[in-house]
């Protein structure tokens, strides 16, 4: 008999420390098992941010380096420019990339910055107990937004990814979903084919996963993946948003 | 090979850089410290380092934060409303106890301010600056070869005690064009790389972060970064003294006016005034050591400054108050001459004698 | 046979392997593990074909599969 799902070698043996139902662990374990298929555990180094996603350092059996606030790409350039060589990606929620880091991830995407971004986003703030992002949802109550997001006083959400696909530095760009398992697989199929972005020298990648929050969303796991398939999905693009020439030929 | 070369001050820091191993400078424009970047882009690419202009001050020292990570050395350049934005990032650097040089032109402030020369950045540089209990190691050049060598130093010192280090000049010192000894440089000590990241190959993984979530751990952290700072303090403090074995009086300055200062001492010489000079080489560790032999023998202390009198109050502490500390200062870019600042000073003995004579 | 082990240490209780089975055979247990949740385990075993659904959706990586 023969094990066919197991724990990847590139996760710790910690337990995620996410909440019951998030799926920031599967957006984890993927990541993980991307990186040790493409055998590149040992020449990778991850950047975690602030927020839910901040115990990252933790998971991972790669080197890890821990960045302020909305600074990880910032940090990852760093390291790319010291060690171009490396493999270098962030892990950070749509807080952290799209509202406090925004400077950041526009500007690697300009440079076409040969790093590999991991953006988790779940319409909400999570660690600090569900204040609105902004990917909050039009109408959507967060505690900051007790009365629902008032496009005319708070803005609209952004679709990040969109947004960035649109910078030439940008190679690959890919907005998927972990809400079911043919999700959960084109998933991977994205963080793969942007690691392999990196490894080709290409330009910068980003892979956007909507995720669910069930405690700030005050939704059972269940409830929270039907959630985000009626309500986030129709609002963000979904797919390959931006697939570069060369990377085409991949 | 040593060569003598005239060079503006900026160029001088990026010259220094170079031959000090800098392999990465990330930064963004700002007068009057442009020049680094300048004469960096210029120059370092062709010696097999990188030079990148960041979209931003916080994105700059976050680079270095990332390239320092990796054990590379690393070095940003801005002038004060930049290096504002680069608190957060000193912080998190020197929690993460990352060597890496930081060179502040400071310019005149508050606010956007001007762009004439300044000291208004003592306290930012020498109290922590950002958020939480750290210290960056700080030099002060006051003149062209000092420019080039404790940048220099800088860099040795970054590596030896795992902490940024910066090297705090000013708009006068950086614009001007003076002659310096490019001194070739010892070869540079080999310290500990056993906790850089750079891929777990062959090795357990490591882990660059700064956040303890627990108390306890929060609290050891602080001991261990307390302690470190501490034997900086006991072993690292620098300065310079001008005049001052048989001094009645001290000027206590450093940086532009610790040299404006010495001529001063030298025309109060020329007075009959036994006028001395401490100069800080240091501001962090304050040199603290300096003032010890002095007390109990010199009448007062005048500190000259570029800001309304903020290193006095680290001269108050390390005289303790023993003697008479009074500050002479010009502010938003203006610069004392050495004749006003003797003036000022002979109007303290004055006042100091008719106290004596009224005693 | 194909089979679904959970590793009770990582289990948070969160059921998505519970509704995604399509043999029904996964369920919340009566027993915690050591951070106090009722751990989910596969109730019929000869029953499992091995789908690995159940792993894919876990988001605590809780679940070895077997075939």
């Known amino acids: 008999m ?6 990847s070698k590139g996760l710790t043996d910690v337990p995620f420390t996410f909440c019951p139902g998030c799926t920031h662990g599967i957006i984890m374990r993927l990541i993980a098992e ?3 298929e493409l055998d590149i555990l040992e020449e990778t180094i991850g950047v975690s941010p602030v927020g839910c996603a901040g115990f990252s350092q933790d998971f991972f059996t790669c080197d890890f380096v821990g960045a302020a606030h909305g600074r990880a790409q910032a940090v990852g350039t760093g390291i790319k420019r010291a060690l171009p060589h490396r493999t270098v990606f962030t892990y950070q929620g749509d807080g952290d990339i799209a509202a406090i880091g925004t400077q950041h991830a526009v500007h690697v995407a300009a440079r076409g910055e040969k790093i590999t971004s991991i953006m988790v986003n779940n319409a909400i703030y999570g660690m600090t107990g569900g204040q609105m992002a902004p990917t909050t949802l ?11 997001r008032d496009p005319q006083t708070m803005g609209f959400p952004m679709d990040f990814p969109k947004l960035l696909a649109g910078i030439p530095g940008a190679a690959y760009v890919a907005s998927v979903s972990v809400d079911s398992p043919k999700n959960i697989k084109k998933t991977k199929d994205a963080i793969r084919k942007a ?3 990196q490894q080709a020298g290409l330009g910068f990648s980003l892979v956007s996963v909507l995720s669910t929050c069930p405690t700030n969303w005050g939704l059972n796991p269940s409830e929270s993946l039907k959630w985000l398939r009626e309500n986030m999905m129709p609002i963000y693009e979904m797919g390959e948003l931006k697939v570069s020439e060369e990377v085409e030929k991949l | 090979m040593e060569e003598k070369v005239l060079l503006k001050g900026n160029e001088i820091i990026g010259e220094a850089a170079i031959r ?11 007068t009057p410290s442009t020049e680094v970047i300048e004469y960096l882009s210029a120059n370092l690419p062709g010696q097999g380092g990188t030079v990148l202009q960041a979209e931003d001050e916080i994105g700059a020292i976050n680079m270095c934060y990332g390239a320092a990570c990796t054990g590379s050395r690393v070095m940003t350049a801005s002038s004060s409303p930049g290096v504002s934005l680069k608190q957060e990032g000193l912080s998190y650097s020197a929690a993460v106890e990352l060597p890496m040089v930081i060179v502040n032109v400071n310019r005149c ?4 301010g001007g762009l004439g020369p300044a000291q208004s950045d003592y306290f930012q540089s020498v109290k922590g600056g950002g958020h939480g209990d750290y210290h960056l190691i700080v030099l002060a050049p006051s003149k062209a070869q000092e420019l080039y060598d404790y940048t220099m130093q800088a860099f040795d010192l970054a590596d030896q005690y795992r902490n940024p280090v910066m090297v705090l000049t000013d708009g006068y010192l950086g614009q001007t064009m003076e002659p310096v000894v490019l001194k070739e440089r010892p070869p540079a000590q080999e ?35 307390e302690a470190k700072y501490k034997e900086i303090q006991k072993k690292e403090q620098q300065w310079e003294e001008f005049h001052t074995e048989d001094a009645d009086y001290l000027i206590v300055s450093y940086g532009t006016t610790g040299r404006i ?24 560790p304050f040199p603290v050591n300096a003032f010890k032999p002095f007390l109990g023998k010199i009448k007062g202390i005048v500190t000259v400054e570029l800001n309304t009198g903020q290193m006095i109050e680290d001269v108050k502490l390390a005289v303790n108050c023993g003697v008479p500390v009074e500050l002479y200062r010009r502010q938003g870019g203006m610069l004392p001459t050495e004749t006003e600042i003797l003036e000022y000073i002979e109007e303290m003995i004055m006042k100091t004698d008719a106290k004596e004579v009224q005693a | 046979m194909p089979k679904a082990i959970v590793i009770e240490k990582y289990c948070k209780s969160c059921s998505l392997c519970v509704e995604i089975c399509p043999k029904k055979i996964m369920a919340i247990s009566d027993h915690t593990n050591d951070k106090g949740y009722f751990v989910a385990t596969c109730i019929d075993q000869e029953q499992c074909i091995g789908c690995t659904l159940c792993a894919t959706v876990c988001p605590d990586v809780a679940i070895d599969v077997y075939k």
Do not use: H, Q
């Open chain 1, 2 to 7: 023969n094990k066919v799902f197991s724990r």
């Open chain 1, 34 to 36: 991307v990186l040790e």
């Open chain 1, 138 to 148: 039009t109408n959507m109550k967060t505690s900051t937004s007790p009365f629902g």
């Open chain 1, 195 to 197: 690691f392999k972005v």
């Open chain 2, 20 to 30: 000090s191993g800098c392999k990465l400078f990330f930064g963004y424009p700002i």
């Open chain 2, 109 to 112: 402030g508050p606010g956007l």
């Open chain 2, 191 to 225: 310290w500990d790389r056993s906790w850089i990241v750079d891929g777990a190959e062959g090795r357990e993984k490591r882990i660059l972060a700064s956040y303890s979530l627990t108390n306890e751990i929060g609290e050891a952290n602080n001991l261990y970064w």
């Open chain 2, 261 to 284: 200062s010495k001529s001063t001492v030298l025309n109060a010489r020329k007075k009959g005034i036994k006028l001395g000079l401490i100069r800080p080489i240091t501001l962090w």
